[in-house]
């Protein structure tokens, strides 16, 4: 019985999971993954002893209840650090599996310890990141937490053999030893480092769940949590090959480690320009490449966004494409789902590869928001932390519209040799703002 | 029977691989936040071990597992329904 529900629960998610391969049937394929969640949550329960039944129910419904209502109250600008969060509450509830069952087995094995230590580390690593993310925490001083990280590593490991004893007090000590070690090593990790940080984490909580399946011999977990690992694996690899960095450079490395370029340039050096002028542009253009960064979900200008591409479309039959950097964001996919929010249509959205050779024929770029990733020092100059990541090519326009709040340097903390180039027309301020004022130029220009 | 189910961990890995490699990048994000909420499946291990806990202070840590696991899922689930839903809108209208 148990085993044809195993097969049933897992060939849903596989399902689930293959189903995210086209935007029409992704949606599909949640269903799916939530049927072959209910499917195991029922057999879980009916499972255990009865006495216990009640009890799991009411948890269950409460943990439900809170989860719905908390990522029901989260805006769309907010999913990065939701994630994040979810996250880290799998990895906690892992962790908390394998301290009771190192305390149940009175002499734990290398697996629970070691089930400890990720669970608590994806937990605490997670809830770092979420703080990060919804800017709770600044950090300044790298260095000094860079190098706690260390002595904590090393109290860790040494706490794991006090662990491997058995005694309560040990294995607590332990899993606080290992959440602290998760919170100070991401804890400094850069703004632009995050979409990687995240994808480690979610492979992380994955593969927590394959050895709490190892620990008590249950091999659904065990496939469950490695297709998870896989993911997040995969997404972390992605990642890594778009920025052009190793994982051991993000993680010991972070990009903003007191690296302030001294360029000598001054506002003088570079050609403001007003929404009006942008606006003019870019209805007597007949292609226009819009570049969103960071800078877009950190203004919300996603709809502005997606009005004034629609203006562009109808209006003034300019040929308008978008092009995301695969790490332009927070998260793997970042741009995507807020570009889907402000309803822009799939076809018009391009990756990194499709949309480099398009920039030689476009008479526009509208670059909001999105600094290292088209920063062509990554091309040129080989002691810069950014040196050959691969960029959208954006110099190659006619013209370049560059949307940014300020002219300090991006989170790479490196200028941008972009802004002080003839052809490009700095628009400095909100993004939102800016962009709403463009579409309202272009709703009153006369075709 | 620990050799099984290593059988098992490489055989998922290859499932994974090649199902993952097949997701669009335009759906990264919903996939993050769906393989997230699945990950909650650990939920059975706080499950199966209840069976086995022999004092209060452990059933205790496995109610607790059991209540972030089930935040986990149904925050998780819900999340990726509202992102996959702003997808699915956009299609319909084409």
């Known amino acids: ?447 | 029977m620990e050799i099984y189910l290593i059988d098992i961990l490489i055989l998922s890995g290859f499932i994974g691989y090649f199902a993952i490699w097949n997701v669009t990048p335009l759906l990264h994000s919903p996939l993050m936040s769906v393989t997230n909420a699945i990950s909650g499946i650990v939920i059975l291990g706080a499950l199966q071990s209840l069976n086995l806990s022999n004092n209060l202070f452990t059933t205790m840590l496995l109610l607790t597992a059991i209540f972030f696991a089930s935040i986990n899922i149904f925050g998780g689930f819900h999340i990726s329904a509202r992102m996959l839903k702003m997808f699915k809108n956009k299609d319909k209208k084409q």
């Open chain 1, 1 to 447: 019985m148990i085993s044809i529900t195993n097969i049933l629960i897992y060939s849903l998610f596989i399902l689930s999971i293959s189903k995210m391969s086209a935007t029409r049937t992704a949606y599909k394929g949640n269903i799916l993954a939530i049927i072959g969640m209910s499917v195991a949550l029922i057999f879980g329960l009916i499972s255990i002893k009865p006495e216990y039944q009640i009890y799991a129910i009411t948890t269950i419904l409460f943990g439900g209840i809170t989860g719905i209502i908390g990522s029901q109250k989260t805006s769309i600008s907010q999913l990065p650090q939701m994630v994040a969060l979810l996250n880290g509450f799998g990895g906690l509830a892992s962790g908390l599996i394998g301290i009771s069952e190192s305390i149940n087995l009175t002499q734990p094995n290398f697996l629970q310890i070691f089930i400890i230590f990720t669970g608590c580390l994806t937990f605490s690593g997670s809830i770092a990141g979420f703080f990060k993310l919804s800017g709770l925490i600044k950090i300044s001083d790298t260095e000094t937490l860079h190098s706690t990280s260390i002595i904590l590593l090393i109290l860790s490991i040494i706490g794991s053999f006090y662990a491997y004893n058995g005694e309560i007090e040990y294995i607590i000590s332990f899993a606080l030893l290992s959440s602290l070690l998760g919170f100070c090593f991401i804890l400094p990790i850069g703004g632009a480092d995050m979409p990687i940080i995240i994808s480690i984490l979610n492979g992380l909580s994955g593969w927590c769940t394959t050895l709490v399946g190892f620990s008590i011999e249950n091999s659904l977990l065990i496939i469950i949590g490695t297709l998870i690992g896989t993911s997040g694996s995969i997404l972390t690899y992605i990642m890594t090959k778009a920025m052009n960095r190793h994982l051991l450079k993000v993680i010991f490395a972070p990009l903003n480690q007191h690296k302030e370029d001294t360029s000598q340039h001054t506002e003088q050096d570079i050609h403001k320009g007003t929404p009006q002028d942008a606006a003019f542009l870019m209805e007597n253009a007949h292609k226009v490449i819009i570049v969103p960064g960071f800078g877009m979900a950190a203004s919300g200008a996603q709809h502005e966004l997606g009005n004034m591409a629609n203006l562009l479309i109808q209006k003034y039959k300019v040929d308008v494409k978008f092009g995301i950097h695969p790490v332009a964001g927070r998260m793997p996919g970042h741009m995507n789902v807020l570009l889907a929010e402000a309803d822009i249509p799939p076809e018009i959205i391009y990756g990194i590869n499709e949309i480099n050779p398009e920039f030689k024929t476009a008479d526009i770029v509208y670059i909001i928001g999105a600094n290292d990733t088209t920063n062509p020092l990554a091309k040129t100059k080989k002691d810069s932390t950014i040196y050959q990541m691969p960029i959208l090519e954006v110099e190659q326009a006619k013209r370049i519209l560059f949307v940014k709040r300020s002219l300090a340097p991006g989170y790479a903390g490196l200028d941008n040799p972009l802004f002080y180039e003839d052809k490009t027309l700095m628009l400095l301020g909100d993004g939102k703002e800016i962009t709403k004022e463009i579409v309202t130029n272009l709703e009153n220009d006369s075709k």
